[in-house]
C-alpha cells in the first residue's frame, strides 16, 4: 500500500521521502485542494497531511472521509510539532459534561 504526503513544510517532506513516503511541498495553501484530488485519484492507501493543509482543505477532506474509507487520510505534525492549543481530547471531554 502506498503512501503520499501533502505537506507545507520542507523540512517534513523531504523527512519522509527519506523514509520512503512520496510527496508534494504546496507553498501555496491554495493549490493544497487541487494537489490532494490528484493524490485522491492515484489510488494511494494513505494521504498524510501536515496540521496547515488539513485546516486550508478541512471540508474537502471531510467529505471524502464520510464518502469513502480508503484512503486513510491522516494529519501529521510538522517539524514544530502539533498545535499545542488544542487539546481535543480534553475538549471533547469538556463538552461532553457541558463544562
Known amino acids: 500500500m502506498k503512501s503520499y504526503l501533502i505537506s507545507d513544510n520542507r523540512d517534513t517532506q523531504v523527512g519522509l521521502r527519506l ?8 507553498q501555496d ?9 490528484q493524490a485522491l485519484n492515484n ?13 486550508a482543505i478541512k471540508e474537502d477532506v471531510i467529505f471524502h472521509k464520510e464518502k469513502s474509507s480508503l484512503p486513510l487520510i491522516t494529519v501529521i505534525p510538522d517539524r514544530h510539532g502539533y498545535d499545542n492549543n488544542k487539546d481535543k481530547i480534553t475538549d471533547y471531554i469538556k463538552e461532553s459534561i457541558g463544562l
Not at 523514509?19 to 504546496?26: M, Q, S, W
Open 29 to 37: 495553501l491554495d493549490n493544497a485542494k487541487s494537489v490532494f484530488f
Open 19 to 26: 523514509a520512503g513516503i512520496e510527496g508534494a511541498y504546496v
Open 43 to 55: 489510488n494511494y492507501g494513505i494521504i498524510f497531511l501536515t496540521e496547515k493543509i488539513y485546516h
